[in-house]
């Protein structure tokens, strides 16, 4: 069993939409919680970076922890063509020096 | 966020020869990462580039395939030595930022072909 688990999509949804991306994790070591958007042929760039179980918001994104189902999930309001992209979720379990454990990440469409 | 670029953006290489990717930052930082990406996969980390002492490598990752060098607090280099095509993949080097509570940045990679 992986210890990240997100399902690759694809997804497509029209320009406007409200997009849930969510990931599982099994490992309860984990401590911090990370939305990555990786365009194509580019590095991953950092979203969203949360510690605690609960909501954390930065414009049109929400991300969203829950430690005691070990579930996470990145919300992105008001959907543009420019967020066409592949999402990552990212976890650690320390704050400095640890390994991420990446999941397989969710390609995502916004339809003009 | 630190600024981070890597060299070369992308190379085609024949098995058996060895690729050495650099990554400079534009600030020091203290660790610096260097990750996998295989084709349709995800990030998997290699090892740990720790500034004046040997790599930290993962599972499944040795020095004598991946070796790292790290010689200041803004440089270090990855190389992919005696390829095969299983080692085509995009390269990936990340830095930990202490700024804003230990986040990881990511350079653009290095997509690697093996023929």
């Known amino acids: 069993q992986k210890e990240v688990e997100q399902d690759p999509g694809p997804l497509s949804v029209p320009e406007g939409a409200i997009v849930s991306l969510n990931c599982t994790y099994s490992?309860?070591?984990?401590?911090?919680f990370m939305w990555y958007r990786q365009y194509s042929r580019k590095g991953p760039e950092l979203l969203m970076y949360?510690?605690?179980?609960g909501n954390k918001e930065d414009g049109r994104f929400t991300a969203q922890v829950d430690k005691s189902s070990k579930y996470i999930s990145l919300f992105i309001r008001d959907s543009q063509p420019s967020d066409s992209a592949t999402y990552l979720c990212?976890?650690?379990?320390?704050?400095?020096?640890?390994?991420?454990?990446f999941g397989e990440g969710t390609q995502l469409t916004v339809n003009p | 966020s630190a600024v981070i670029s890597q060299k070369p953006s992308r190379d085609i290489c024949q098995r058996g020869t060895s690729l050495t990717i650099q990554c400079q930052v534009d600030?020091?930082?203290?660790?610096m990462f260097w990750y996998r990406q295989q084709p349709g996969q995800s990030l998997t980390l290699i090892a740990t580039?720790?500034?004046?002492?040997?790599?930290?490598?993962e599972s499944g990752f040795v020095i004598d395939k991946f070796p790292i060098s790290r010689p200041n607090l803004t440089f270090s280099t990855l190389t992919v030595s005696n390829m095969s095509p299983e080692d085509s993949s995009i390269y990936l080097c990340?830095?930990?930022?202490?700024?804003?509570?230990?986040?990881?940045?990511f350079g653009p990679g290095t997509r690697l072909t093996v023929t």
């Open positions: 990340s830095v930990e930022s202490r700024d804003r509570g230990y986040e990881q940045y």
């Open positions: 490992n309860s070591a984990f401590q911090y």
């Open positions: 949360t510690y605690s179980s």
């Open positions: 990212a976890m650690s379990a320390e704050t400095s020096g640890s390994r991420l454990t």
């Open positions: 600030s020091q930082v203290t660790m």
């Open positions: 580039a720790n500034q004046g002492s040997e790599a930290t490598y």
